[in-house]
């Protein structure tokens, strides 16, 4: 897995916002388009990708997007 | 008075029954005095549900999306007086993130299921005149969209669209047709681990009655299964604790 890729994939779950800017350490939540739609939408993308069930709980813990790039590392090499 | 309610002398059949609503309304029908068919996947929980079931019939582990296991299911039956359509799966996908195979899985448990064995047993004559047929549908697809629901809600819709042409194919043998479309009603269906319990409690929070349990749903099966409702074909029972009301 690639930090850089993951942060690309995470970014396009947006549609509104400008996510050029985005890091691993972007606060994902702080920001007006962030929405459970949204939440529901990384969990898709993660198990499309990276064939990994993220739960509503990994999403809810977590507040950069290295938060869920850890979950998602740890539960692919489990 | 007698209670007319009561399905003394009838045979009954539900899918589905070893979990969730399925199983409740196994239970209850068979509470009510009905000779009670059961079918589901799980054997160990079937098995827990047939040894609850007062008035026995006969349990049958089976995967009613493979087309032979309803086969050897329905000649395993007797002629039948009621049938409950009670199996059912449910996947949560943003519509952009929907695909072919799980649109397949979820159909052919929701809808294509139960179609066909409706079908056979229509086909084989086991379907009693007075009987009564209940899908187990949902608010969902028919009275409401939530999001990520798309899949699930169009099975649905599809058993809702169906039912009403079987109610009037039916009626000349005085078959009776109906569904029952239950708000979130608290089974292990709906505690799917992509969403927070705080997510469930707010979610709850939008039902004036707070979320069902599956007595309300099989309740309301008894209803339709008995000649209490000998004149109800064709409509759908909204359980919702007055969800849509809003």
């Known amino acids: 897995?690639?930090?850089?890729?993951?942060?690309?994939?995470?970014?396009?779950?947006?549609?509104?916002?400008?996510?050029?800017?985005?890091?691993?350490?972007?606060?994902?939540?702080?920001?007006?388009?962030?929405?459970?739609?949204?939440?529901?939408?990384?969990?898709?993308?993660?198990?499309?990708?990276?064939?990994?069930?993220?739960?509503?709980?990994?999403?809810?813990?977590?507040?950069v997007i290295q938060d869920i790039y850890d979950i998602v590392l740890k539960k692919s090499n489990s | 008075m007698n209670n007319p309610f009561c399905l003394k002398g009838k045979k009954i059949l539900v899918t589905?029954?070893?979990?969730?609503?399925?199983?409740?309304?196994?239970?209850?029908?068979?509470?009510?005095?009905?000779?009670?068919?059961?079918?589901?996947?799980?054997?160990?929980?079937?098995?827990?549900?047939?040894?609850?079931?007062?008035?026995?019939g006969t349990q049958y582990v089976a995967d009613l999306d493979i087309e032979q296991e309803q086969d050897n299911l329905i000649e395993l039956m007797p002629n039948l007086?009621?049938?409950?359509?009670?199996?059912?799966?449910?996947?949560?996908?943003?519509?952009?993130?929907?695909?072919r195979k799980d649109l397949d899985s979820i159909f052919e448990t929701n809808f294509f299921s139960p179609a066909i064995l409706i079908n056979k047993l229509l086909k084989t004559k086991k379907l009693n005149k007075n009987g009564s047929v209940v899908f187990i549908s949902s608010i969902a697809g028919n009275y409401v969209g939530t999001v990520g629901n798309a899949m699930y809600s169009a099975s649905k819709g599809a058993i809702n669209a169906m039912q009403k042409v079987l109610a009037i194919e039916l009626s000349a043998?005085?078959?009776?047709?109906?569904?029952?479309?239950?708000?979130?009603?608290?089974?292990?269906?709906?505690?799917?681990?992509?969403?927070?319990?705080?997510?469930?409690?707010?979610d709850e929070k939008k039902y004036p009655l707070g979320?069902?349990?599956?007595?309300?749903?099989?309740?309301?099966?008894?209803?339709?299964?008995?000649?209490?409702?000998?004149?109800?074909?064709?409509?759908?029972?909204?359980?919702?604790g007055g969800f849509t009301i809003q």
């Open chain 2, 16 to 56: 589905g029954a070893s979990s969730g609503i399925g199983r409740q309304i196994a239970i209850s029908v068979s509470g009510m005095g009905a000779e009670t068919f059961i079918t589901g996947r799980n054997e160990q929980r079937l098995s827990d549900v047939f040894n609850l079931l007062e008035v026995p």
């Open chain 2, 173 to 202: 043998q005085r078959i009776r047709v109906n569904n029952i479309s239950p708000g979130m009603i608290k089974t292990e269906l709906i505690y799917d681990p992509i969403f927070t319990e705080e997510q469930l409690k707010d």
């Open chain 2, 81 to 99: 007086d009621g049938v409950v359509l009670s199996a059912g799966i449910v996947k949560t996908l943003p519509f952009k993130f929907i695909n």
């Open chain 2, 211 to 240: 979320f069902g349990e599956p007595i309300d749903v099989a309740n309301a099966a008894i209803y339709l299964l008995s000649d209490a409702s000998k004149w109800v074909t064709g409509s759908t029972l909204i359980i919702d």
């Open chain 1, 1 to 63: 897995m690639n930090i850089e890729k993951f942060i690309s994939e995470f970014a396009d779950q947006f549609d509104d916002l400008d996510t050029s800017s985005f890091t691993a350490e972007t606060l994902f939540k702080e920001n007006d388009e962030w929405s459970s739609m949204t939440a529901l939408s990384v969990i898709a993308m993660v198990d499309d990708v990276y064939a990994v069930r993220l739960t509503g709980d990994d999403i809810r813990n977590s507040k």
